[in-house]
């Protein structure tokens, strides 16, 4: 079908057909990183009709560029299961699908209104191979965990000898929440294995977060941190290959927590996804703000392909 806005019977049912666009984020390798959707007729859609193409398309993250009265753009962000407040690996595919098709012209900067804030973004390219975008995040904001280490450790297939004793089990956000857990080596993420559904009896202080364990060893020598992601039972989907947001607030962490005598901004790889086979990376930059911290991460992008959804009229 040639036309978004074209409408058609099928099976007795009124569909209008839905183009989205497949990238993925903090790779330039097609089917490594994070695939996200992006649909860019979101002006067209009510909430209910990108809660159903998210749903529809099944990744983690499908995101839709809308006007804003305050910044740049607007960009909603679902999952199969909900709306989120912000996510890094669909901002990345959105901008980088914006700039390759012309649509934000010869802009470098850029802000976006999402339900974090409003956020700036820069682009830096020589080509569509070659680029790379930075987006701040919101200051970092930190809660105690005051669950059962026992419990928490078993819903990810662990024991809780498994998890770093030296530093803390924290609550954390620069948009999105997520449980960091440190964890002592890094053969034990070969081992995990999570049992989402058991999350909300465990995250007592916030049940609908997901769940980020990490540790300081890694696979690439340049990398900083490793990491895994496994999503909330909410959200529809289990594990996240590649994770901007709890990247940024990983980054935040290791400024407070890990390297606390650093002098000038942190600069940091994280890397996450090895174990689902679609590795990438994700750069943060940390940097004292007064009292708090200004948190910033930088990916890329690389398109894959385009496809239709049918949503129902």
Same mark, same amino acid.
Request: net charge negative.
């Given at each position: 079908m040639n036309s978004m806005n074209l409408s058609k019977k099928l099976e007795g049912w009124l569909v209008k057909p839905i183009r989205v666009?497949?990238? #993925?984020? /903090?790779?330039? &390798?097609? *089917? $490594?990183? *994070? @695939?996200?959707?992006?649909?860019? *007729?979101?002006?067209?859609? =009510?909430?209910?009709?990108?809660?159903?193409?998210?749903?529809? &398309?099944?990744? *983690?993250? =499908?995101? /839709?560029?809308?006007?804003?009265?305050?910044?740049?753009?607007?960009?909603? /962000?679902?999952? @199969?299961?909900?709306e989120m407040n912000l996510c890094g690996h669909a901002t990345? %595919?959105? &901008?980088? %699908?914006? $700039?390759t098709k012309g649509l934000l012209g010869d802009k470098t900067h850029i802000t976006i209104e999402t339900k974090a804030g409003v956020l700036p973004v820069s682009i830096q390219s020589t080509s569509e191979s070659n680029m790379y975008i930075t987006m701040k995040q919101a200051p970092p904001i930190f809660k105690e965990f005051k669950g059962s280490k026992e419990a928490l450790a078993k819903s990810i297939g662990l024991?809780?000898? #498994?998890? #770093? #004793?030296?530093?803390?089990?924290?609550?954390?956000?620069?948009?999105?929440? =997520?449980?960091?857990? @440190?964890? $002592?080596?890094?053969e034990a993420? $070969?081992?995990?294995? @999570?049992? +989402?559904?058991?999350?909300p009896t465990i995250l007592k202080e916030m049940p609908k977060t997901s769940v980020h364990p990490f540790c300081m060893e890694t696979y690439d020598p340049d990398a900083d941190m490793h990491a895994r992601h496994f999503s909330s039972p909410y959200s529809g989907t289990i594990e996240d290959a590649v994770t901007g947001?709890?990247?940024?607030?990983?980054?935040?962490?290791? %400024?407070?927590?890990?390297h606390t005598n650093h002098e000038g901004p942190l600069h940091l790889i994280v890397e996450q996804g090895y174990e689902m086979e679609k590795d990438g990376r994700v750069m &943060?930059?940390?940097?004292? +703000?007064?009292?708090?911290?200004?948190?910033?991460i930088t990916g890329n992008a690389v398109y894959v392909q385009d496809f239709e959804v049918l949503l129902d009229k």
């Open positions: 666009y497949h990238y #993925d984020a /903090f790779s330039k &390798v097609r *089917n $490594k990183g *994070n @695939p996200a959707g992006v649909v860019l *007729n979101g002006d067209e859609l =009510t909430e209910e009709e990108m809660q159903e193409i998210a749903c529809k &398309v099944g990744f *983690n993250e =499908t995101s /839709f560029p809308i006007k804003s009265e305050v910044a740049d753009i607007k960009i909603r /962000f679902f999952t @199969p299961g909900h990345m %595919a959105t &901008v980088y %699908a914006l $700039k024991e809780a000898s #498994d998890i #770093d #004793d030296n530093l803390p089990i924290l609550y954390g956000s620069t948009g999105t929440w =997520t449980l960091l857990i @440190p964890i $002592k080596q890094l993420f $070969k081992r995990m294995k @999570p049992n +989402n559904n058991y999350f947001t709890a990247s940024g607030v990983m980054g935040a962490y290791y %400024a407070i927590y890990i &943060v930059q940390v940097s004292k +703000n007064n009292e708090s911290f200004d948190v910033a």
